[in-house]
């Protein structure tokens, strides 16, 4: 499974990105999508995820802020972020299971996009 990220780039303080997220490649259903980011010199951190069926979770640091979103025609997610501050300056992965018999399976990443937030 390939997994494609994109919308990445240079915002100030209060502004707005879209990220993007496609899968290809898989024989079985996309089960899982989500989003992770990693700032420079921190851990990768959980930031919004959602399932085939629609049910989304989100760091507490983004809710109200970033809403996940998902197209399972497409196997896409995308990731509408507002009022973006200083703090989501990161670069943002795409990851994601599929479905095989019902199981859960497999961990697969994207390359990441950067996104940076200026104040």
């Known amino acids: 499974v390939q997994l494609q990220a994109s919308g990445g780039g240079l915002v100030q303080a209060g502004g707005s990105l879209r990220l993007t997220c496609a899968a290809s490649g898989s024989h079985f259903p996309v089960n899982w999508m989500g989003w992770y980011r990693q700032a420079s010199g921190k851990q990768r951190e959980f930031i919004a995820s959602?399932?085939?069926?629609?049910?989304?979770a989100y760091t507490d640091s983004v809710k109200g802020r970033f809403t996940i979103s998902r197209d399972n025609f497409k196997d896409t997610i995308y990731l509408q972020m507002n009022n973006l501050e200083p703090d989501d300056t990161a670069v943002y992965y795409c990851n994601a299971n599929i479905l095989i018999v019902d199981v859960p399976t497999g961990d697969y990443w994207g390359q990441g996009t950067l996104v940076t937030v200026s104040s």
């Open positions: 959602i399932t085939r069926d629609g049910d989304t």
